[in-house]
């Protein structure tokens, strides 16, 4: 009898162990990994906003101002995105006497160009970075990302999509404003150019934007990437507006480096964060680690509740559909063509403090 127990807690803790490495096995591989590149035993960290606004265009804060509230709360990296205006570089006053000059060198920050192309009402807003480029007057999205993609070092993202589509709608194939019509798009242009759309902004009040993210995602990875953006959106204190709410960290071997910044938009080597609390931070990513012979991701954060994976869409309005939840997603045995994370701390209105990694790519390893 002994020897008998002795041989089923040999097969149950095969079975266990087995059970635990289920992705090990299939023949899927890791394929996209935005974050393979990153120094982990640097991790320099770079908080970014680059959706940010001023009295330029229709913010309520000068943009000296602007520039020592994002400072104070120890952002690195700001892009002022002032509606069809260039607010750079930060020599203010040479825009308006009046305004105050601010030096990025001086307070340890990466000053980025852009602005916010919506001239024309009826097309869809859409951030340019790294460009001055500005459009004419009432022209279309399709002629501004031709003409904005001919500059050299311009790279940009969809602006609040939510705004425009509805996910309670059904749309044509290539109706405007439909996940058709944002694939054309993105089918077009080269992830180097055009980088993504938003998932969060301002304070979340647009959350089916990652269902949508999650339809492009489940159309074109791991060909062609989408790298999600949550921002601000800052107009200042009007009507007690306030910052914090959505924002970037880029992983940065030269936190000094314009060039290394813009490498890591297009790599997505960034992951996103959202909270409701102003002086709180969402959880931070220590590491993510890939074992490529057991086929498992697993993400160390700090300071979070819960990791969620997400992969595809399902339902009669094709909402982001979860997979996974824990710290590790094996996906030797998975069918999807990519997986995201999401690491919670908390979910609530009130209290709300996630992060979003991009997504990974997966393929089928040859036989």
């Given at each position: 009898?002994k020897?008998l127990?002795?041989l089923?807690l040999?097969?149950i803790m095969?079975?266990?162990?087995?059970?635990?490495?289920?992705?090990?096995?299939g023949?899927?591989?890791?394929v996209?990994?935005?974050?393979?590149?990153?120094d982990?035993?640097q991790?320099?960290?770079?908080?970014?906003?680059?959706?940010?606004?001023?009295?330029?265009s229709?913010?309520a804060?000068?943009?000296?101002?602007?520039?020592?509230?994002?400072?104070a709360?120890g952002?690195g990296?700001?892009?002022i995105?002032?509606h069809?205006?260039i607010?750079?570089?930060w020599?203010?006053?040479?825009?308006r006497?009046?305004?105050e000059?601010?030096?990025?060198?001086?307070?340890?920050?990466?000053?980025?160009?852009?602005n916010?192309?919506?001239?024309?009402?009826?097309?869809?807003?859409?951030?340019g970075?790294?460009?001055?480029?500005?459009?004419e007057?009432?022209q279309?999205?399709e002629?501004?990302?031709e003409a904005?993609?001919?500059?050299?070092?311009?790279v940009?993202f969809?602006?609040?999509?939510e705004?425009?589509?509805?996910?309670?709608k059904t749309?044509e194939?290539?109706?405007?404003f439909?996940?058709?019509?944002?694939?054309?798009?993105?089918e077009?242009y080269?992830v180097?150019?055009?980088?993504?759309?938003?998932?969060?902004?301002?304070q979340?009040?647009?959350?089916y934007q990652?269902?949508?993210?999650?339809q492009?995602?489940?159309?074109l990875?791991?060909?062609r990437?989408?790298w999600?953006?949550?921002v601000?959106?800052?107009?200042?204190?009007?009507?007690?507006e306030r910052?914090?709410?959505?924002f970037?960290?880029?992983?940065?071997?030269?936190?000094s480096?314009l060039?290394?910044?813009?490498e890591?938009?297009?790599?997505?080597?960034?992951?996103?964060?959202?909270?409701?609390?102003e002086?709180?931070?969402?959880?931070?990513?220590e590491?993510?680690?890939v074992n490529a012979r057991?086929?498992y991701?697993?993400?160390r954060a700090?300071?979070?509740?819960?990791i969620?994976?997400?992969s595809?869409?399902e339902?009669?309005?094709n909402?982001?559909?979860?997979?996974?939840t824990?710290v590790?997603?094996?996906?030797?045995?998975?069918?999807g063509?990519?997986?995201?994370?999401?690491?919670?701390r908390?979910?609530?209105?009130?209290?709300a403090?996630?992060s979003?990694?991009?997504?990974f790519?997966?393929?089928?390893?040859?036989?």
């Amino acid at each position: 009898m002994k020897k008998l127990f002795g041989l089923s807690l040999i097969l149950i803790m095969m079975l266990t162990l087995s059970a635990c490495q289920g992705g090990s096995t299939g023949n899927t591989v890791l394929v996209l990994n935005p974050y393979a590149d990153v120094d982990w035993s640097q991790n320099v960290q770079v908080l970014a906003s680059l959706h940010t606004h001023t009295t330029h265009s229709d913010g309520a804060a000068l943009p000296h101002e602007v520039v020592d509230f994002y400072h104070a709360f120890g952002y690195g990296a700001l892009a002022i995105t002032d509606h069809d205006r260039i607010t750079y570089p930060w020599t203010f006053s040479d825009i308006r006497p009046e305004w105050e000059d601010r030096d990025p060198e001086a307070l340890g920050m990466l000053a980025i160009p852009g602005n916010e192309y919506h001239d024309n009402p009826n097309e869809h807003h859409f951030v340019g970075l790294f460009t001055e480029y500005l459009a004419e007057p009432n022209q279309a999205i399709e002629t501004t990302l031709e003409a904005l993609f001919t500059q050299p070092q311009a790279v940009g993202f969809f602006a609040h999509p939510e705004r425009y589509w509805r996910i309670f709608k059904t749309y044509e194939e290539g109706e405007v404003f439909s996940p058709s019509w944002y694939r054309a798009f993105f089918e077009q242009y080269p992830v180097e150019q055009l980088l993504g759309m938003e998932i969060i902004n301002r304070q979340n009040a647009r959350p089916y934007q990652r269902d949508l993210w999650d339809q492009l995602l489940t159309e074109l990875m791991p060909e062609r990437p989408i790298w999600g953006f949550g921002v601000d959106d800052f107009h200042g204190d009007r009507l007690g507006e306030r910052m914090g709410w959505g924002f970037t960290y880029h992983f940065m071997t030269n936190p000094s480096s314009l060039d290394e910044f813009r490498e890591t938009l297009m790599q997505g080597r960034f992951y996103i964060g959202f909270t409701a609390i102003e002086t709180e931070d969402s959880p931070r990513i220590e590491s993510i680690i890939v074992n490529a012979r057991l086929r498992y991701i697993e993400i160390r954060a700090t300071d979070y509740q819960e990791i969620r994976w997400y992969s595809g869409v399902e339902g009669e309005f094709n909402t982001s559909r979860r997979v996974h939840t824990g710290v590790r997603f094996y996906y030797g045995a998975f069918t999807g063509d990519y997986v995201r994370a999401e690491i919670v701390r908390s979910d609530r209105a009130t209290d709300a403090a996630i992060s979003y990694t991009q997504p990974f790519g997966f393929g089928q390893e040859e036989e």
